[in-house]
Structure formats: structure tokens, C-alpha cells
């Protein structure tokens, strides 16, 4: 376990020299699942290692169905899913459904195929963050499936906990121009609060983005 412990810890520091070193000298550290039953590959696509991620897919590792949706194999997950219809709505263990990990990691042709299969566009995920897909479109980066949820339907305005953030607050947070305009042709409400009181201002504000605020300002929005 220490040694899958260290290889892990390469991993998520984006330590690809590190990483090769331990696969070379124990092999199995590929399929190999720490406590929380997640891979070397799966932890290197949370932790936006893609250099790491890439070269563990090289290898062709062992992909569970979520670790092929976080890989983006749309015709293996699909397949699965109408297998089993029950895996579109099912939660990893770190508390994800597939289309969260697909808009999380911004795979729009996935997205489709799991909203064309019915899956909630609106669905919570199963951990503490009680969040929707567009908070994971938000958290990724993700314009592409964040416009394509919202031509499906999804809400705005859903809030996530703990924080009561929506997807605007992450949007403004980051400075994402683009997805900051999208939510906002879509109905955002602009001067929505978190629990703590924050408006997506005031995030742009906090965090130096200037083309945000000068665009929210534009819109509307006000400091109050």
C-alpha cells in the first residue's frame, strides 16, 4: 500500500518521469486502486494531469464504466449503457454520475449520447457538493457541453452545497468570459447570492477580473 500510496502521489503531482520509474519497476501499480477505488489514471484526469493521463492510457489500463466516461470512450460507454440501463444514473464511488464526469471533463459527444439516452440533465451528484452537471461544465471549463446542457434544459440558476454557489459564481470566479456570457444569454441571475453573501461580482472582483466585472457591469450588475 505505501508503495501504491507514493505512486499515486507521482501521479497527481503530474510527476510523469516518477511515474514511469514506478511502473517500470512494479507493473501492476497500473490497475491497482487506492481505498477510495480510484486508478492511477482516473486520479491523474481529476487532478487535470493530462501529459500523466495520456501516457497511463497509452498503457492501456483496466477502465471501469466511469473511467471510460472520464476517458471520453463514448461507443464503450454507451454500449454498456444500453446494457444496463441503470449505469446512466449510477454514482461512482467519489459520488459522480456519467454525465457529471463527461461535462466535468468536457467530452460534448459522450454528453449527447448520455442525454439522448434520457439522463437528468439536472441530476445531484451523490457527495457532499450536491451539485449539478453544469456546476462540473463549470468547474471543467467545459463551454461546449455547458451550452449543450443548457439547449437540454438545465437550470441556470441550480445552486450547489455546501456555499449555494451557481454555475456563474464558478464562471466569474475563473474568468471565463465566454461561459460568463453563455449563463448569462441563458438566464443567470446576476446578482444571485452564496450563502456567504457573494455575488459573481464579487468573486470577479476578489480575483482580479477586470473584463468579468467590466462585462457584469454592462449587464447590470452592481455592488450592493
Sequence with gaps: MRDLQSFHERVKSGDLAGVKEALRNDPDLLDAKNSHGQSAFLLAKYYRREQVAAYLLSLHPQLDFFSACAAGRTA????????????????????????????????????????????????????????TPLHAAAAGGSIDVMRLLLENGADVNARQQPGG?????????????????????????????????????DLALTHGREEIVHLLEERGAKLT
Aim: proline fraction near 3%; hydrophobic fraction near 40%.
Design 76 to 131: 464503450e460507454v454507451l454500449e454498456q449503457i444500453d446494457r444496463d440501463g441503470t449505469l446512466l444514473e449510477a454514482r461512482n464511488p467519489d459520488g459522480w454520475s456519467p454525465l457529471h464526469l463527461v461535462a466535468f471533463f468536457g467530452h460534448t459527444e459522450l454528453a449527447k449520447g448520455l442525454l439522448n439516452r434520457g439522463a437528468n440533465v439536472d441530476g445531484r451528484s451523490g457527495n457532499a457538493l450536491q451539485n
Design 165 to 201: 454557489w451557481t454555475a456563474l459564481h464558478t464562471a466569474a470566479q475563473t474568468g471565463n468570459r465566454e461561459m460568463v456570457e453563455l449563463l448569462a444569454a441563458h438566464g443567470a441571475h446576476l446578482h444571485v447570492r452564496a450563502d456567504n453573501g457573494q455575488t459573481p461580482l
